[in-house]
């Protein structure tokens, strides 16, 4: 299964446990849904979930995303979460809306105050093989508006599994990567092949996300979702590293296939 993460919010089933922002704030919150180029220059992904996939559009081979309208507080977290529309209509929206409860945001450059707003918001729900119903949810899901902030959220979880290996957590880095990794390498050999590669670049610096392109195929490797990262990284011993991660949707879950440093 794949599941794309866009922008957009939906009233939460009940209450969920984090405290909700003083309602002043909520009102004086900055209208994004409009100006989605600005989007990340206040608010981007610190933490994201894969929405569970409904067993019944899996047993119908259905594709689809649901839409929303949230307001990240001061903290980061979704408050006044509204759905906007959704495809097929009602089959996904229980699902997205609990995983959109989960997500987290951290301020962006451009909001040193940590400046509440309203943003757009999608969820979107693939089957790998296409489904039965895959030309419809392409046509309704996957426009160019939405192209952009999908990506940025699978950024952010690209970027969480890099830190693993900045951390040294290579087994866990592993066991967190995509079939082709762990089909074609053992834990152990993974394990000695990232410690050799990154120990003459000591500890990383900086990274900064230099392009993120989406494909539906790639040289060596059957058709489906992957998004190939390049990254501009300093590192102790190495002043300027690029730095290219390509990632798979499979099962449900974005997952590193490819890691390359230069």
């Known amino acids: 299964m ?3 993460t866009l922008s957009i919010p939906s009233i939460l089933i009940a209450l969920t ?34 929405p569970e996939y409904p067993r019944q559009a899996a047993q119908r081979e259905l594709n689809g995303c ?35 409860a989960k997500f987290q945001w951290q301020p962006g450059k451009r909001n040193t105050e940590a400046q509440s707003a309203r943003i757009p918001f999608q ?22 508006d939405n192209e952009n902030a999908t990506v940025n959220e699978v950024e952010a979880i ?16 592993w066991q967190q990567a995509g079939s082709m990794v762990q089909q074609q390498l053992s834990a152990s050999q993974w394990q000695n092949t ?11 610096q900086s990274r900064t996300v230099l392009s993120q392109q989406e494909h539906r195929s790639l040289p060596g490797v059957p058709d489906g979702r992957y998004l190939v990262l390049i990254m501009q990284s300093q590192f102790e011993h190495k002043a300027a590293a690029v730095e290219t991660l390509t990632l798979s949707f499979e099962q449900g879950e974005w997952r590193a ?4 440093i230069r």
């Open 158 to 173: 690209a970027l969480n599994w890099l830190q693993l290996i900045d951390q040294g957590q290579y087994e866990t880095s």
């Open 17 to 50: 446990a984090c405290s909700s922002a003083p309602t002043s704030e909520l009102k004086a919150a900055l209208d994004l849904t409009a100006e989605q180029h600005w989007i990340d220059h206040y608010w981007q992904v610190s933490r994201a979930a894969v």
């Open 66 to 100: 649901v839409r929303f309208h949230l307001t990240i507080d001061s903290h980061g977290r979704p408050q006044q979460i509204e759905l906007i529309e959704s495809f097929p209509a009602g089959v996904f929206d229980q699902s997205a809306r609990r995983a959109l």
């Open 257 to 260: 296939i490819g890691y390359f």
């Open 194 to 204: 990232l410690h050799n590669t990154r120990k003459s670049f000591g500890a990383l």
């Open 123 to 144: 969820l979107d729900f693939t089957l790998q093989g296409g489904g039965s119903n895959y030309d419809e949810a392409w046509a309704f899901c996957f426009i160019a």
């Open 2 to 4: 794949i599941i794309r």
